[in-house]
């Protein structure tokens, strides 16, 4: 695209007509920085998998599977902040690496969890994994930021963004190819003596192993990478050194932020419940058996890569919030369908659900984080805290799924989904004026 060239005069962000949509000498860095969002998009949806894979091995409740999803995003609600303070005394290179190795070791702690056969060590080695994956989006979603002109921000993140479900497709994939079908079947476990039980739990625990250790040896890979290449933005060679007072205060006054932070929480916690609850709506819904569930979900995530991109073309050309709102209303629609059509049709609209998700995450983000100024390190701790919504919110619906029917449970996407909407909508009915930006944002 067009986009894409980088121009070879200094002052593009002041340039008229079209600009780049890196500064020139940061193509490399994006792009090492596009590899993060692929490794962690692996991670995260590998989590998916997990949720229903547990419920399997462990013979727990939904509630109980979804402690997956708990200690995943409760991690990263933990760490954003000292994420934060990071990239503000050491900058965004230095969050970026901590975050990594951090997660590399999380996947390695899999094999001594593998060996326990203790669901409580999973959680444990998932929480470490997503400490440092906490650590690395707090510091590589504003870095992409960063990297060229504010007027291109959100389109600049939706396009790095866009390659997080191409590791995402990746992760469920290794779990529908490698994990799923090799499980051993409930019919088979009826038969079983204790022993022969806790064999079957070892070759099935096994199956989660090796993925994990795939996905940390990647992300020690692309460490080095990243360890050895200079990677500074301008903003970061200009900003001052000391640590400006009352930032909490500068960001609760801006409603354009505030609001963002909530429906940032809502938006990852549609994501998160949806996501892990695909597959046990293929199952317990349609029928669909454990060996092929799990390509429902793999649909769902190719259908969400596609979209992000197609997002990335309409950003150029609409408002970002006024596709956040048209997404928004077509989520609740699709997530309603599931409700109330508990069937191949319902299964179809959870699956499609993934096209108006595609384009939230990053859009909330570049939007909640306009014209923060130095305060947008500790802004991007916030939106990622919020991510907190992936941890509680899959246990809501998990507890209605258990009290009533699997179907009934995807309300709590459909409502989740209603507030994104409610969020675009009141960007587009209010305006932020230069004194706002200044005294909210730049200068306190």
């Known amino acids: 695209m067009a986009d894409m060239a980088v121009p070879q005069e200094q002052p593009i962000a002041r340039t008229k007509g079209k600009v780049g949509l890196v500064y020139p000498g940061l193509g490399v860095p994006f792009a090492l920085l596009i590899a993060c969002f692929a490794a962690w998009g692996s991670a995260a949806n590998l989590t998916d998998v997990l949720v229903g894979v547990f419920r399997n091995i462990f013979t727990m409740s939904n509630f109980q599977s979804a402690l997956v999803q708990f200690a995943y995003y409760g991690a990263y609600f933990s760490l954003a ?71 291109n921000a959100t389109q600049r993140l939706n396009l790095a963004q866009a390659f997080n479900p191409v590791g995402a497709n990746v992760g469920v994939l290794m779990g529908a190819v490698l994990i799923l079908p090799r499980i051993t079947p409930e019919d088979d476990k009826a038969s079983m003596t204790e022993v022969q039980l ?14 994990y250790i795939g996905i940390a040896a990647a992300l020690l890979l692309i460490w080095l990478l990243i360890a050895f290449r200079k990677m500074d933005t301008p903003s970061e060679r200009t900003e001052a050194t000391e640590v400006r007072k009352g930032a909490l205060g500068r960001l609760w006054r801006n409603r354009h932020y505030r609001y963002g932070v909530a429906a940032q929480f809502f938006n990852v916690a549609a994501q998160v ?36 991109f197609l997002m990335v073309y309409l950003l150029g050309i609409f408002r970002p919030t006024k596709l956040l709102f048209a997404m928004g209303a077509l989520g609740v629609v699709l997530a309603l369908i599931g409700v109330l059509s508990p069937n191949i049709v319902g299964l179809v609209a959870v699956v499609a659900i993934s096209a108006s998700l595609s384009l939230m995450f990053p859009t909330i983000y570049g939007v909640a984080l306009q014209g923060l100024g130095q305060d947008t390190k500790f802004g991007a701790a916030g939106l990622v805290m919020a991510i907190l919504g992936g941890a509680l919110l899959p246990m809501v619906q998990g507890r209605v799924m258990d009290a009533s029917s699997t179907n009934l449970g995807f309300i709590v996407p459909a409502i989740c989904l209603a507030l994104v909407a409610a969020y675009a909508l009141f960007d587009l009915r209010t305006s932020r004026s230069h004194h706002a930006l200044v005294a909210e944002g730049s200068h306190g």
């Open 198 to 211: 806790r064999q079957a739990q070892e070759t099935d625990l096994s199956l989660v192993l090796n993925p």
């Open 81 to 151: 902040v000292p994420a934060a303070f990071i990239n503000r005394r050491y900058g965004y290179k230095t969050g970026v690496l901590t975050g990594l190795g951090l997660a590399a070791l999380g996947g390695f702690l899999f094999i001594p969890a593998s060996r326990l056969l203790e669901y409580g060590f999973f959680l444990v080695a998932l929480f470490v994994l997503a400490a440092g994956l906490s650590i690395l989006e707090t510091s590589a979603n504003p870095f992409v930021i960063a990297m060229g002109p504010e007027e």
């Open 273 to 308: 419940s949806t996501w892990t609850f695909t597959i046990q709506y293929a199952q317990d819904v349609v029928g669909v058996p454990v060996a092929r569930s799990g390509w429902f979900l793999q649909a769902s995530l190719i259908l969400f890569l596609l979209a992000r």
